[in-house]
């Protein structure tokens, strides 16, 4: 086994001093240093599924980055994200140097006293960069080394793969196991909550998707199929000629608060956007003045927990139900999540696997980034549905095909954004109804280049700066300046920059205060390069 793995591994060597880290959501750089860190995760993987006695996933893909990148997620037995001590080894396999691999590889095995004598499963996944062919090979390489089950599916999105994880490790309890199952899933629920919705004329049927040029927007596609007409797509961004999250994307529209490139939106149409591998979604609008307006993750879990809510009661169901949300919730949602919705709203650090991890607290926890990446947890276990008069069996009813409709391994854009049209069909509401819910209050969020991010160190879920000394301090004090003000800098988990945040009552105060912070972060904790520039 030991001479196997070493002669393998010197068809994918390790480029001498490279130092990478799984980071907030697996490894993601240049494409073109990753194919060693592939064949090792396939090692790992192996063993992960050998001590776990269950399959496990692997993904190719770096999400929203640009296409010239790749990344990797390893995907645990439920379909969650692996868990924290497993991504400690996975930066360790990553970074041994060529000699002591198969030591360090030994070390795991003995750490974990692992029985190399079980069975082991990994399924494969990639997306559409075109570097993600040859790096998955790399990974299957790996895991048959280590003698490994091999299921490769190919071109699929990160949730999907999520969810074939989750499938066969409950034994079909989740649901079958391949793209049909996983269409036929969600596509059944679809049409059982909307065939008899009040307002689900064609005009509501109709949604503009930005595929950002990437496999969401091929899986779209096979969906489509299935629908029966029943929400009408209208594809842009579906990868024929575009670059992939090039001027499109959730990403690019989040953060840059502008519609992408390449969509063709009518006054009051409602689109959405899907990043790059398909987690994550967002959903604006035009108004007829032409103003632009973006429903973010906030907007998306005031909109689903409003519901789920509501159909409780209506079911008789008295359970606790909760939001997690991160430092980048505008402040409006959380306002008006605890002030109006009386849910609970809980708040962690940036990355999916701390939402996720909190959201299991609950009875029900609904949990999105701001970035639009979010499911809802936990339905199931406690959704007892033997309502007896007829309004509750329909709200038991309606509950049941929400469940199936819901991807609750990890957020994901296709099963987000039926749940969300689900919802609205239900409801007989606009997108621009859905918006006028609550007011964002305006922000920005800018970056900043310094020498050692790790500089700065976070406390209270992040909202706070401990390190350097007084940064916390002129922060407070620029925020004292504006009315409804808030603002955090926080180090990136998957970029080498600082990131700031502001919000204020005007988008002018909001600009100037994120600027102001900038400036403070330069100046205080090591900025590199130029001095940041005012917006205009
Ligand atoms: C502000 C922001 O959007 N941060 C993103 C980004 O993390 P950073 O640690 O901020 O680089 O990438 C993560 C992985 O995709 C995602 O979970 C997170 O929300
Ligand atoms: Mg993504």
């Given amino acids: 086994l030991d001479s196997k793995a070493s002669q393998k591994s010197m068809l994918h060597p390790k480029p001498k001093g490279l130092m990478l880290q799984y980071g907030t959501a697996g490894f993601r750089t240049t494409a073109k240093h990753l194919d060693h860190v592939m064949f090792r995760m396939g090692l790992l993987a192996t063993l992960r599924s050998r001590k776990t006695k269950s399959t496990i996933g692997v993904m190719v893909t770096a999400s929203h980055n640009p296409e010239e990148d790749n990344g990797l997620k390893l995907i645990d037995p439920m379909g969650e994200m692996v868990t924290p001590s497993w991504e400690g080894y996975a930066t360790q396999l990553a970074n041994a140097e060529q000699e002591v691999l198969c030591s360090a590889l030994k070390d795991i095995i003995e750490k974990e006293t692992i029985n190399m004598s079980e069975t082991a499963s990994v399924f494969v996944g990639r997306d559409t960069r075109p570097s993600s062919q040859r790096l998955s090979q790399a990974v299957l390489d790996g895991v048959s080394c280590l003698g490994g089950q091999i299921q490769d599916y190919g071109l699929v999105t990160t949730p999907q793969l999520h969810y074939m994880v989750r499938c066969r490790n409950t034994h079909g309890c989740y649901g079958t196991d391949t793209l049909q199952g996983y269409y036929q899933k969600l596509s059944q629920a679809f049409i059982e909550l909307t065939k008899n919705a009040r307002n689900h004329t064609d005009d509501q049927k109709r949604l503009l998707v930005d595929g950002a040029n990437g496999i969401g927007a091929l899986k779209v596609r096979e969906l489509e199929a299935c629908l029966q007409s029943e929400l009408q797509m209208v594809l842009f961004n579906d990868g024929s000629n575009g ?245 955090f800098v926080r180090p990136s988990g998957t970029e080498d920059l600082v990131r700031v945040y502001a919000e204020a009552e005007t988008q002018e105060s909001a600009d100037v205060l994120a600027h102001e912070v900038s400036l403070a972060v330069y100046h205080m904790a090591g900025g590199v390069g130029e001095k940041p520039k005012p917006l205009k």
């Avoid at 039926?418 to 606009?430: K, P, Q």
Wanted: proline share 2%.
């Fill in 243 to 487: 670059k992939l999250n090039y001027l499109c994307g959730a990403d690019y529209v989040k953060v840059q608060q502008k519609p992408p490139q390449g969509i063709n939106m009518g006054a009051g149409e409602r689109c959405c956007s899907f990043d790059g591998d398909a987690d994550r979604i967002v959903y604006y609008y035009n108004d007829s003045d032409g103003s632009f307006h973006l429903l973010d993750g906030d907007k998306i879990a005031t909109l689903i927990s409003t519901y789920l809510k509501e159909l409780l009661t209506q079911a008789g169901l008295n359970l606790q139900i909760a939001v997690v949300q991160t430092a980048y919730a505008n402040g409006s949602s959380t306002q008006y999540l605890e002030d109006i919705m009386k849910v609970t709203v809980s708040c962690t650090k940036t990355g999916v696997k701390h939402l996720h991890h909190a959201a299991q607290k609950f009875d029900i926890g609904v949990y999105f980034e701001a970035n639009g990446h979010g499911t809802v947890l936990q339905l199931s276990e406690f959704i007892r549905l033997k309502a007896s008069v007829d309004e509750k069996k329909h709200a038991a009813k309606l509950l049941e095909n929400t469940i199936n409709l819901i991807n609750q391994a990890t957020g994901d854009a296709i099963s987000d954004m039926l749940v969300i049209e689900a919802v609205l069909a239900i409801r007989g509401m606009t997108v621009q109804e859905w918006d006028s819910i609550y007011t964002d209050l305006p922000n920005r969020q800018l970056t900043v280049k310094v020498a050692d991010r790790r500089m700065i160190d976070t406390a209270d879920a992040e909202r706070r700066a401990v390190t350097p000394a007084g940064l916390q301090d002129s922060i407070d004090a620029l925020v004292k300046k504006y009315t409804k003000a808030r603002a």
